[in-house]
């Protein structure tokens, strides 16, 4: 679980920055790195993380298709 103290340890405030920091090290290759942040996360923080990356990010998708295949996409990615 990811606590505030953790989160201070990275000089984040908010858990969305927490999880910019996994997709972030994702899109930069650092897939151990963000695997290991991810698997920081509670059961419940896992789920916010996926609601946060479609209610932050769905609007980049062109359909709902798309959208649900990027989303499915990274659940895969995050297994």
Same mark, same amino acid.
């Given at each position: 679980?990811?606590?505030?103290?953790?989160?201070?340890?990275?000089? #984040?405030?908010?858990? @969305?920055?927490? *999880?910019? +920091?996994?997709? =972030?090290?994702?899109?930069?290759?650092?897939?151990?790195?963000?695997?290991?942040?991810?698997?920081?996360?509670?059961?419940?923080?896992?789920?916010?993380? #996926?609601?946060?990356? @479609?209610?932050? *990010?769905? +609007?980049?998708? =062109?359909?709902?298709?798309?959208?649900?295949?990027?989303?499915?996409?990274?659940?895969?990615?995050?297994?």
């Amino acid at each position: 679980m990811v606590t505030k103290q953790i989160l201070g340890t990275y000089e #984040f405030s908010y858990m @969305e920055e927490y *999880y910019e +920091y996994i997709l =972030e090290s994702k899109l930069n290759g650092q897939h151990t790195q963000s695997k290991e942040l991810y698997e920081e996360l509670s059961e419940g923080q896992k789920d916010e993380f #996926f609601d946060w990356v @479609e209610l932050t *990010y769905g +609007y980049e998708s =062109e359909d709902e298709n798309e959208m649900n295949y990027e989303m499915r996409s990274l659940r895969e990615y995050f297994k």
